[in-house]
C-alpha cells in the first residue's frame, strides 16, 4: 500500500484543525476613554508636538552628558533587566504560539512475546506521530497565545519606558553635580570671607574696640558656613554615588561637570493635546498592553466552558523483522481522536471567568491611572515651565538687592552708623539669597528634564 495514501488523510486532518482553530471568543476590544481634560493647562497654544521625534541627543547638547547617557544605556543594570524581561515574554509568547500546532516525533519499538505454542513472536515498529493534540476549535489556545503577544509587547514598552526614565535621572543628577560644583564654590568663598571677618573680630574685641556679643555672632556665621561647606560636600559625594548607579560603574571622587546651572541651555519642547502625550508614552502604551492581555485571558476562560479536542495519530510500519519495516505493504495509519466535555467541576470554570473578568477591571483601572499620571506629570511641566522664568528673574533681583544692601552696610559700619550686627546679617542675607538662585536654576532646568521625559521623549535610539 502507497504511504501517500495515508498522508493525504492525515494532512486534511492538521488543515481542518489549523482552520478551527481560527474562532476566538474574546470580546471585541475598545480603548477606555481617557479620563483627563481634552487640554493641558498653561498650555493655551497647543502647537503640534514633536517632542517623540526629538531624541535625547537633540535635547542634550552637552558632550559631557550625553557620553554619559552613552554610558548608562550600556551598563544599567534596571535597562539590562528590561531587555532580559523582554527575551524571557519572547520565548513565553514562543511557547504559547507553539501550542497551536503539534509536536511530532519519532516512535520506534521492538518486543518479543512467547507464544502458546512455545514459540517466540518478535515484532518491530518504527513511524511518526503526535500525542494528545488539542484541536483549537474554540480558540481557547489562540487566546493565550493572544495574551503571550501582548505581554511581550508590553514589555518592549517597559524597556522603553525604562530608557526614557534613565535618560531623565542620569540628565538630572549631572545638573545636580553641577549645582553641588557651584554651591561648594559660593561656600568655601564665604567661609573664607568670614574667617577673615572673624580674625579681624577677634582682633577688636581683645583689643577692648568691639564688643563680646559681635564676635560671637561673627564666629556663629563662619561655623554656620563651615556646617553648610560639610553638608554639600556629603550631598555630592551622594549625588556622585546616585551617578554610578545610573552608570553602572564607578565614577570617580575626582569626578566634575565642569559647568554651572546658568551656563546650561536646554530647549522648550511643545506640549501638543493630550491625546498627542498618550500616543507616544510608552508606559501608557504598556498599560494597555497589559489590558489587551487580561481581555485575551476572557477568550481563553469563556472557551474552556466548551469541550476539548484532542487528536493522537501516527504513521508507521510495523514487521516481524527488521529487514522488513519498509516494505510496501506495511504501511499503517493511526488516528484517534478524544473528546472532553465539562460536565461538573465545582465551578472552576465559572470562578476562572470570573477571575478573568475582574484581572481585566483592575488593567482598566490601571491603564486609566496611567492616562492620569502620564497628565499630570506633564501639566506639572508645563506649570513650572510657566513660572520658574519669573521666579528665576525675581530671584536675581534678590541677589542684586542683597549685594548692594551689604556694600552699604559696609560703608555704613566703616563710617561708625551702623553696627557690626548689621554688616553680619547682610552678609548671611546675601550667602542665601546666592544659594536659593543657585537652587532655583537647578529645579527650573531639572523642571525641563522631567517636561521632555513626560512628554514622550528619550526613549528613542
Known amino acids: 500500500m502507497n504511504s501517500t495514501m495515508f498522508l493525504k488523510p492525515l494532512s486534511a486532518v492538521l488543515a481542518a484543525s489549523v482552520l478551527a482553530g481560527c474562532g476566538s471568543m474574546i470580546p471585541a476590544y475598545e480603548r477606555p476613554a481617557a479620563p483627563v481634560p481634552q487640554a493641558f493647562p498653561y498650555n493655551p497654544d497647543a502647537p503640534a508636538a514633536t517632542t517623540a521625534e526629538l531624541g535625547w541627543r537633540a535635547f542634550f547638547a552637552d558632550e559631557r552628558l550625553r557620553t554619559l547617557v552613552d554610558t548608562a544605556l550600556r551598563n544599567n543594570r534596571d535597562l539590562r533587566i528590561a531587555v532580559l524581561n523582554i527575551e524571557q515574554a519572547r520565548a513565553q509568547y514562543d511557547i504559547r504560539r507553539a501550542d497551536r500546532l503539534p509536536t511530532v516525533g519519532v516512535t520506534a519499538s521492538g518486543s518479543r512475546v512467547p507464544t502458546a505454542s512455545g514459540n517466540t513472536a518478535t515484532s518491530y515498529s518504527v513511524g511518526l506521530g503526535f500525542s494528545a493534540w488539542e484541536i483549537d476549535f474554540f480558540g481557547r489556545i489562540a487566546s493565550l497565545s493572544e495574551s503571550a503577544l501582548a505581554q511581550f509587547l508590553g514589555t518592549e514598552e517597559g524597556r522603553k519606558a525604562a530608557q526614557m526614565t534613565l535618560v531623565a535621572s542620569v540628565a538630572n543628577t549631572w545638573l545636580a553635580l553641577a549645582a553641588d560644583e557651584e554651591l561648594l564654590a559660593l561656600t568655601r568663598q564665604t567661609l573664607a570671607t568670614r574667617e577673615e571677618s572673624l580674625r579681624l573680630t577677634r582682633l577688636r574685641f581683645e583689643g577692648g574696640a568691639s564688643s563680646e556679643i559681635d564676635f560671637r555672632q561673627a564666629q556663629s556665621l563662619t561655623e554656620s558656613a563651615r556646617a553648610t561647606l560639610a553638608q554639600l560636600e556629603r550631598q555630592r559625594a551622594t549625588d556622585l554615588n546616585l551617578l554610578g548607579l545610573l552608570l553602572g560603574e564607578a565614577v570617580p571622587p575626582a569626578y566634575?561637570?565642569?559647568i554651572t546651572t546658568a551656563t546650561v541651555q536646554l530647549p522648550d519642547v511643545p506640549a501638543g493635546l493630550p491625546s498627542d502625550v498618550l500616543a507616544r508614552r510608552p508606559d501608557v502604551r504598556q498599560a494597555e498592553q497589559v489590558l489587551l492581555a487580561a481581555n485575551a485571558n476572557i477568550g481563553a476562560a469563556r472557551a474552556a466552558f466548551?469541550?476539548?479536542?484532542?487528536?493522537?495519530?501516527?504513521?508507521?510500519?510495523?514487521?516481524?523483522?527488521?529487514?522488513?519495516?519498509?516494505?510496501?505493504?506495511?504501511?499503517?495509519?493511526?488516528?484517534?481522536?478524544q473528546l472532553l466535555a465539562p460536565i461538573f467541576?465545582?465551578?472552576?470554570?465559572?470562578?476562572?471567568?470570573?477571575?478573568?473578568?475582574?484581572?481585566?477591571?483592575?488593567?482598566?483601572a490601571q491603564y486609566e491611572r496611567a492616562v492620569q499620571?502620564?497628565?499630570?506629570?506633564?501639566?506639572?511641566?508645563?506649570?513650572?515651565?510657566?513660572t520658574w522664568a519669573d521666579q528665576l528673574r525675581a530671584q536675581g533681583n534678590v541677589v542684586e538687592a542683597e549685594a548692594a544692601r551689604l556694600r552699604l552696610a559696609q560703608l555704613r559700619y566703616e563710617g561708625g552708623v551702623a553696627s557690626y550686627l548689621d554688616l553680619l546679617d547682610a552678609q548671611r542675607s546675601l550667602f542665601a539669597a546666592q544659594q536659593s538662585l543657585v537652587q532655583a536654576r537647578l529645579a527650573r532646568l531639572q523642571n525641563q528634564v522631567q517636561l521632555f521625559r513626560a512628554l514622550g521623549g528619550g526613549w528613542r535610539e
Do not use: Q
Not at 470554570?349 to 484581572?359: D, I, P, T
Not at 499620571?373 to 510657566?386: I, N
Open 306 to 337: 466548551f469541550p476539548r479536542i484532542s487528536l493522537t495519530a501516527g504513521i508507521g510500519t510495523a514487521s516481524g523483522e527488521l529487514s522488513g519495516l519498509f516494505n510496501g505493504g506495511n504501511w499503517a495509519l493511526s488516528v484517534a481522536p
Open 256 to 258: 566634575r561637570v565642569g
Open 345 to 364: 467541576d465545582a465551578g472552576r470554570n465559572e470562578a476562572n471567568l470570573a477571575s478573568a473578568r475582574v484581572a481585566r477591571d483592575i488593567a482598566i
Open 373 to 386: 499620571s502620564a497628565f499630570r506629570e506633564v501639566a506639572d511641566g508645563l506649570a513650572g515651565r510657566a
